[in-house]
């Protein structure tokens, strides 16, 4: 089991009253560090605009590294680059790419990248919802070219719907990409008609489902498809908003939840994939909610790895 996180991650600055803050990234390796004293922390890499180009045009990249930026200046209503976003967002990305290659080479069967800014909303060529690039996307996409995988199912169990991942890999059938998430509520996708060339999976769950009604989605619409796929490797997209105590959101959920999934995604790849599982933080804004979730779904995907 490795731990990617970096330092670089906390001088994102979108600015004091915003709920996407560097004290998110703090509870949450903070906590692990108190929980688990013998995990193994390694310094998340730089991404390279080459890996960046397999997911996201030439202006996106373009508007994160070469802006030039003093103060800090806004990409969407909700998305802000700041003077240490550009090293913040490379090191969220290249925190994936180096946890694929060390679990595709060998290294260690699980890892969990604690990074931010979040990526799961950044599409090909849009920065939005927090999300300059889109990490999980861009780790998925280097598993492919540079490992030659074909087939990785990625589990997002943010309470938002993972938007940028889906429009990135809707034409791609090496791509499971299976989703629940809170409807309505930004960005207000992920309807189950969305199936991309039947590699989508979306779960909408409405607002006030609790921990009993997300696990019965999960076991009946989509645990049976990801077994069906027997991924090569598989990536979480692991949001923690859907605690019952964070503010953007609606749903019911409580640690244990969390633990819950992540337990039944572990198995799968145990079955499938010699355990191989890299997850990625997403979501979650609520501090309490951020340190027990976090612990909770790093026991699960400590056992056994
Ligand atoms: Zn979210």
Known sequence: MRIYSHEACLAHAPGPAHAERPDRLRAVTGALREAYPDL?????????????????????????????????????????????????????????????????????????????????????GENMGFCLFNSIAAAAAHAFDVHGLSRIAICDFDVHHGNGTQAIFERDPRVLFISSHQLPLYPDTGHTHERGVGNIINAPLPPGTDGAGFRAVWERDLLPALDAFAPELLMISAGFDTHRRDPLAQLELEAEDIGWITGQVVEIA????????????EGGYDLEALRECSVAHLDALRRGA
Do not use: N
């Open 40 to 124: 193994s922390w390694f310094e998340a890499p730089l991404a390279t605009r080459e890996q960046l180009r397999r997911v996201h045009d030439e202006a996106l990249i373009t508007r994160v590294l070469d802006t030039h930026v003093e103060d800090t200046i806004q990409l969407d209503p909700d998305t802000w680059l700041g003077p240490g976003s550009a090293e913040a967002g490379l090191r969220a990305a290249g925190a994936g790419i180096a946890a694929v290659d060390a679990v595709l080479g060998g290294d260690t069967r699980r890892a969990f990248c604690a990074v931010r800014p979040p990526g799961h909303h950044a599409t090909v």
């Open 270 to 281: 145990d079955r499938h994939c010699g355990g191989r599982v890299v997850s990625m933080l």
